[in-house]
């Protein structure tokens, strides 16, 4: 038997000691809060097509990226000294408990006035990836928005092969008019907003449109290597389809959110949804385009059918003199291409990132999506249907008014005082053809206004069905919920019928995500659990479908334990 000296146990000891005191001091740091100042103000910018005045977050296009790691909290100082009102959403982040900082005009608080600052508090949770962040605020977020990454946590790392190096990729709408001029004769006139003029990658439109050929976005690639690109579509009006030339993509993240390996030769993303995806550069020296068109799938609509484009320089000490080589991407309408692609993402769900589908349903929704029109009053424009109406939204027939007020303030504090009702749908309260192509009946166009709103009981297991109607134009509709991620188990085309549909759902591997595209003419089922206490806006990211009033909003309940309910207010919450 081996006798171990006193002094030989003491360093042992002091060896296991220094390794638990590691450990915890490892562990203390998996938590940080981060700082971060956002002066939003007018700026006279320069590098796109012409110089103008718009409105930006430290003068940047995009904005600045925040950068934390998995459970982070961020403290970001908002300091409005533009002209117009802002508030700031963290798009993606669940906020658990913290509805105060979450941003939407109205909902959870009043805006940011000129002159005015707002001390917002993102606490971040089970999100990892790629999310983003953007003003909620009017179309204020046309330029107003930026990207939010989230790490692992220290000591962990991707569930995928170690990137080389991290690639910004966001896609965005330009205007050469003030957008807040375009907003106001959109609003005024009852109709469709004017089209962008451009659409731009990094916030240039590329060498596509002449005025802007000397500021294209380039980024160099060394053959061999591996590129994570961060992406977000923060257009307002439309998907997109995106491609890099003799490139594959592989999608690993969605939504801050893990996946199964998606391999495809373009992708189609929508307002407000992000994507993590693997470019290998392994192709000959050369330049490649990557390239951004909108898809629309009603040809007949006035929308920006044009392509931006940067370009993929692989560094070779030589310069390319032939054109970079473009890349193919499905026609414009493709809404096959746009549903598959969509349809085809999967949860990684493994140990590491495991996944909890909600399998017994306590509540069960079906909310249909609808482009309305309202009558005119004497006093207004009529630039919509037939010249004899203005265009409106709705949700199951409700088309959302936003109050002068904060609903989250009236509702944390008990007083209501006629600022919400509670007695949202739970079914559409006009059945019939939603899909129909055509012959439906003209009285079925006109929604009711109000704000209602949808109580849901804590962790109260949620199963919500959105079905596209055709009342006047049957398009797509990304839908955002805020607050909670969802699993997205079932799409499809026509209407939703539950005793032949549910036995497609996806219950094993459904991808976990906060922005989800319910396709032209069809239906979309999404599984979550009511677990985070609140008042949550649920909406479309088109921003003239949002203006038009294709919202709602969640609350939900406190639960009995004390870390069941909603946290108090800030003492800076900005004033009506």
């Known amino acids: 038997m081996k006798i171990i000296s006193s002094s030989s146990f003491q360093l042992a ?19 940080a809060t981060l700082q971060y100042t956002f002066v939003v103000d007018e700026t006279n910018y320069t590098r ?10 430290n003068g940047l296009f995009p904005g ?11 403290i970001v100082d908002v300091i409005n000294r533009a002209e117009h009102n802002i508030t700031i959403h963290w798009h993606g982040v669940k906020q658990p408990r913290y509805p105060w900082s979450d941003g939407p005009e109205f909902v959870t608080q009043c805006p940011i006035q000129p002159g005015g600052n707002f001390s917002q508090r993102v606490f971040l949770s089970d999100e990892e990836g790629t999310l983003w962040w953007h003003a909620h605020s009017d179309w204020s977020r046309a330029t107003v928005h930026g990207l939010f990454v989230i790490l692992p ?29 375009v907003f106001e004769e959109f609003v005024k006139s009852g109709g469709d907003p004017q089209s962008s003029d451009a659409l731009t990658i990094n916030g240039q439109p590329g060498d596509l449109y002449n005025c802007s050929a000397s500021g294209t976005t380039k980024i160099s690639l060394d053959q061999g290597k591996t590129y994570l690109l961060r992406m977000v579509n923060a257009a307002m009006n439309n998907l997109a389809f995106f491609a890099v030339a003799n490139h594959s993509l592989t999608v690993v993240g969605c939504d801050g959110a893990y996946t ?8 189609v993303i929508s307002p407000g949804q992000t ?3 693997l470019l290998e550069a392994n192709q000959p020296l050369n330049n490649y385009y990557m390239a951004a068109k909108l898809f629309n799938g009603q040809p007949a609509s006035d929308f920006d059918n044009t392509t931006t484009t940067a370009i993929f320089e692989y560094t070779s000490g030589r310069n390319f003199s032939s054109p970079p080589i473009f890349p193919d991407m499905p026609a414009f309408n493709d809404r096959n291409a746009s549903a598959v692609f969509t349809g085809s993402l999967r949860s990684l769900a493994t140990p590491e990132h495991p996944i909890d589908v909600p399998l017994k349903i306590k509540k069960t929704l079906l909310y249909t999506l609808s482009i309305n029109s309202i009558p005119c009053a004497s006093n207004q424009t009529c630039d ?25 303030g009236a509702y944390y504090r008990g007083i209501n005082n006629g600022v919400y009702g509670d007695d949202f749908p739970d079914v559409p309260p006009l059945r019939f053809n939603y899909t129909q192509s055509r012959g439906l009946n003209a009285s079925l166009r006109t929604p009711e206004v109000a704000t209602d709103v949808e109580m849901l009981k804590h962790n109260e ?23 909670h991620s969802f699993y997205v188990v079932g799409w499809g085309f026509g209407n939703f019928k539950r005793s032949r549909d549910v036995s497609s759902y996806n219950l094993v591997d459904p991808p976990l995500m906060q922005t989800i595209a319910v396709p032209q003419n069809g239906w979309t089922a999404i599984r979550f659990k009511a677990d985070n206490p609140g008042v949550w806006f649920m909406h479309c990211h088109l921003e003239r479908h949002v203006s038009w009033g294709m919202g709602m909003v969640f609350i939900v309940r406190n639960g009995k334990a004390a870390n069941a309910r909603v946290l108090p207010p800030p003492p800076d919450m900005p004033p009506c």
């Open 13 to 31: 000891y002091l060896g296991i000691l220094l390794v638990i005191l590691l450990f915890i001091n490892i562990h203390s740091l998996q938590a």
């Open 384 to 408: 919509g249907p037939n010249n004899t109406t203005r265009f409106a939204a709705s949700v199951n027939n409700i088309t959302f008014d936003l109050p002068s007020t904060s609903i989250l």
């Open 275 to 277: 994507l993590d995806l």
């Open 260 to 267: 199964k390996p998606l391999t495809s030769t373009y992708i």
């Open 48 to 57: 796109l097509c012409n110089t103008k005045s718009l409105i930006t977050v």
């Open 461 to 483: 297991t949620v199963e919500l069905v959105f079905q596209g109607t055709n009342l006047l134009a049957g398009v797509d509709h990304p839908m955002h919920l805020h607050g």
């Open 64 to 74: 600045p990226t925040i950068t934390a790691r998995r459970g982070d909290t961020v």
């Open 153 to 181: 946590r220290l000591g962990t790392t991707y569930p995928f092969r170690q990137p080389d190096a991290e690639v910004p990729v966001v896609i965005g709408e330009w205007w050469e008019r003030d957008i807040q001029e």
